[in-house]
Nanobody
Framework: QVQLVESGGGLVQAGGSLRLSCAVS????????MGWFRQAPGKEREFLAR????????WYAASVKDRFTISKVNAKNTVYLQMNSLKPEDTAFYYC????????????WGQGTQVTVSS
């Protein structure tokens, strides 16, 4: 089992920044990669970024790659999502997820944290 707890969400003005954190606990040795997703009301869940747990290789959705940065500190078992130049359309619930294999879907999800960007 892997447990994930997000934090760092909140209310920010357009153009501002936030850094989300995802604390990973449990069988962290089984984690292959970590991802960040978001879901806005009435919309489907959207992939944002992914980071390989061992190599640190990253992938981004085209919609955020110039504004968001995913990173990790293995010693702290924590994954971060630095979000800059936030826009009102970035308002959503943000989730981190753990992937245990390169060939399977994300298996473990956090409870999410709300990000609200005011105009």
């Amino acid at each position: 089992q892997v447990q994930l707890v997000e934090s760092g969400g909140g209310l920010v003005q357009a153009g501002g920044s936030l850094r989300l954190s995802c604390a990973v606990s449990g069988r962290t040795s089984s984690v292959y990669a970590m991802g960040w997703f978001r879901q806005a009301p009435g919309k489907e869940r959207e992939f944002l970024a992914r980071i390989d747990w061992s190599s640190g290789t990253t992938w981004y959705a085209a919609s955020v790659k110039d504004r968001f940065t995913i990173s990790k500190v293995n010693a702290k078992n924590t994954v971060y999502l630095q979000m800059n130049s936030l826009k009102p359309e970035d308002t959503a619930f943000y989730y981190c997820a753990a992937d245990l294999s390169p060939t399977t879907a994300y298996k473990y999800w956090g409870q999410g944290t709300q990000v609200t960007v005011s105009s």
